[in-house]
């Protein structure tokens, strides 16, 4: 029998590639969806808005659309749901989906902050759901290939990891997203204003947006011992929203440092993008941006070139559904990246590095 599945939310653009990724994985089934009531003024449904998200969803993929998410968790009786809201309202939907003892993938960042997270970590405890966090860049061959050259030590011990990412904003001049092969419809500040992702107090802005990758890699390529973060965030050009368009952080360990780079205002085409990481012995880093055939090299300290084999990672690393469909058919556990505890501590450190940026002062992990 097939997993039945259900999406909550249609305000993440991700919810066009889930919805694609449901629909063509075997052993799971997109029974129903249902959006989330959000505090932002309704703008025209045009490509990647929320009422666009939907609406596309019900044309190619699940006609069965629900007005309330509480009633279509009780009609349906889902074995997973996939959360798709704005960023501050994951903790309340994983808690009644767990009162349900429905299980929950959450699109990354796990919450807003690490309190959020908290609460997200009390509900799973109480009603003994599974709950798995979705980072898309978990799904990308080529960075296992990094990962693999790292835990061989053939660049030596890491020093350093340095990580940019950037678009245009999630809704800006040419933003394409996975699952929909057209780029954005052009919009005006007005517009873009509106919409959660320019809202600070709703779960927006470039840091949970994109520079929160930089967390993720930093406990994966780097591991345990992050102490405490200096950051800061501004807006430079989208004055029609309170949230950080270009946001840095330096993460500090003991014996070794992240660089943690996020940008809305230079899209990946023209910046480097992806990790890097500096080691005792050379480097190792990500090559051509994720639009142009992304691949990883390393070289040692005098320049030359080292030979890296690629990473074959298989059905079950092709993307979330798929990866949870094994999951529960082998009892093969989750990934470890994706697992409840470790964003916990991944949220840890992107908590750190937004009160940092507040506060202007180096804020400790954890506290």
């Known amino acids: 029998m ?19 990724y449901i629909n063509d994985a075997e052993g ?46 009780d009609e349906v009786k889902p074995d997973i749901a996939f959360i798709l809201t704005e960023n501050g309202q994951k903790p309340e939907i994983v808690l009644e989906c767990a009162k349900r003892g429905v299980n929950v993938s959450i699109e990354k960042p796990i919450a807003v902050s690490l309190e959020e997270a908290k609460k997200i970590k009390a509900a799973v405890n109480e009603y003994g759901i599974e709950v798995v966090v979705n980072w898309p860049v978990a799904w990308r061959p080529y960075l296992y290939k990094l990962k693999n050259a790292l ?20 809704l800006g001049k040419g933003a394409k997203h996975r699952g929909v092969s057209a780029n954005a419809e052009e919009m005006n500040d007005d517009e873009r204003g509106k919409t959660w992702w320019h809202k600070a107090e709703l779960g927006g802005g470039v840091y949970l947006d994109i520079c929160c990758y930089g967390g993720y890699f930093t406990k994966w390529l780097m591991g345990d011992g992050e ?13 029609f929203g309170n949230t950080d368009d270009n ?3 330096i993460v500090k360990y003991d014996d070794k440092m992240s660089v943690l780079e ?13 990790p890097m990481v500096i080691c005792t ?9 994720a639009e142009n055939e992304p691949d990883v090299k390393a070289y040692d300290i005098y320049g030359n070139e080292i030979v890296l084999n690629d990473a074959e990672l298989g059905e079950k690393f092709k993307n979330m559904p798929c990866h949870y469909v094994n999951h529960i058919r082998t009892g093969e556990p989750i990934f470890d990246m994706l697992t409840l505890d470790k964003n916990i501590e991944i949220m840890a450190i992107i908590d750190a590095a937004a009160k940092s940026s507040v506060s202007g002062k180096e804020e400790k992990i954890g506290d």
């Open 151 to 170: 835990d061989s030590g053939v660049v030596g011990k890491p020093l350093k990891l340095r990580y940019i990412n950037g678009h245009t904003g999630p």
């Open 2 to 20: 097939a997993i039945k599945a259900v999406i909550i939310g249609f305000s993440h653009m991700h919810v066009n590639e889930i919805a694609l």
């Open 247 to 249: 946001f840095a952080a």
């Open 28 to 73: 799971i089934e997109l029974c129903a969806a249902a959006d989330v009531p959000s505090q932002t003024e309704a703008i025209a449904p045009k490509r990647y808005t929320p009422a666009w998200n939907l609406q596309n969803v019900r044309e190619n993929y699940c006609p069965n659309i629900y007005e309330d998410y509480r009633q279509m968790l």
């Open 281 to 289: 012995e050379g480097v190792v880093m990500c090559t051509g941006g």
């Open 227 to 239: 102490q405490s973060v200096m950051s800061y965030g501004a807006n430079l050009n989208t004055p």
């Open 262 to 274: 996020g940008t809305w205002t230079t899209p990946r085409a023209v910046i480097p993008s992806g």
